[in-house]
């Protein structure tokens, strides 16, 4: 085994990530929720694809597995007309973002909750120092 | 978009991942704490990768990494002897694998805590049913 780096003194960062499964898959996920954010705020997935830096085929189909799976449409877009079309969340795409980012919070307030005792438990067996 | 499926009568299901960060990068995951546990149960990182269907290459680059960046070894490993060699867990590895099962243990607390919640916010946007 190679070499160990000098963390001694570098602490433990706990991190996560949650998602949603319905019918036997992954529904809403991190990239899905910033997907449907980036539509809400731009009325376009190529806009929303572009700003992060998704192919608007990578979007499509994360778009499209999404608005299958999920009971009710979460995004309804128009083709023509005068703005071009466009994409805009439906009232169900926008309560199933909200409840996606509450639930990233819990997550992060669970994790920084237990990150003291994760630390304390992981130093109290540390080795005693060589002499 | 393709078709919708059926999913309406389908609960979503709140699902979630952690890790440890350290100096940087991912240093305990689900999969490396699976790998301390097998190790652990087996004496054996070669028996360990079998029975967690890792390949040989996969399971020690997972440790080395693991080995490397915690600040004190998880795993010491001896060459030869009666039996052959081995590997076993060293009390700072036992006391990252625990403190990692814990915290696994809190994300199921809380993802099943948030679930009733989560669903009722995203039904509270069903659109109402055709007539």
Redesign the interface.
């Known amino acids: 085994?190679?070499?160990?780096?000098d963390?001694?003194?570098?602490?433990?960062?706990?991190?996560?990530?949650?998602?949603?499964?319905?019918?036997g898959g992954?529904?809403?996920t991190e990239a899905a929720a910033d997907l449907l954010e980036q539509i809400e705020a731009t009325g376009s997935l190529s806009e929303a694809a572009r700003r992060l830096r998704f192919s608007y085929r990578r979007a499509w189909v994360l778009?499209?597995a999404a608005?299958?799976?999920?009971?009710?449409?979460l995004v309804s877009?128009a083709i023509g007309g005068r703005k071009g079309g466009g994409a805009t969340l439906?009232?169900?795409g926008?309560?199933?973002l909200?409840?996606y980012r509450?639930?990233q919070i819990?997550?992060e307030t669970?994790?920084d909750y237990?990150t003291p005792?994760?630390r304390r438990?992981?130093r109290?067996?540390?080795?005693a120092p060589r002499r």
Chains 1, 2 share one sequence.
């Open positions: 085994m190679a070499k160990r780096a963390n001694s003194s570098a602490e433990p960062v706990l991190r996560g990530r949650v998602w949603v499964d319905l019918g992954a529904v809403l778009l499209d608005n299958r799976r999920w009971p009710w449409a877009t439906t009232p169900a926008r309560a199933a909200s409840a509450d639930l819990q997550l669970m994790l237990a005792a994760f438990a992981v109290s067996e540390r080795p």
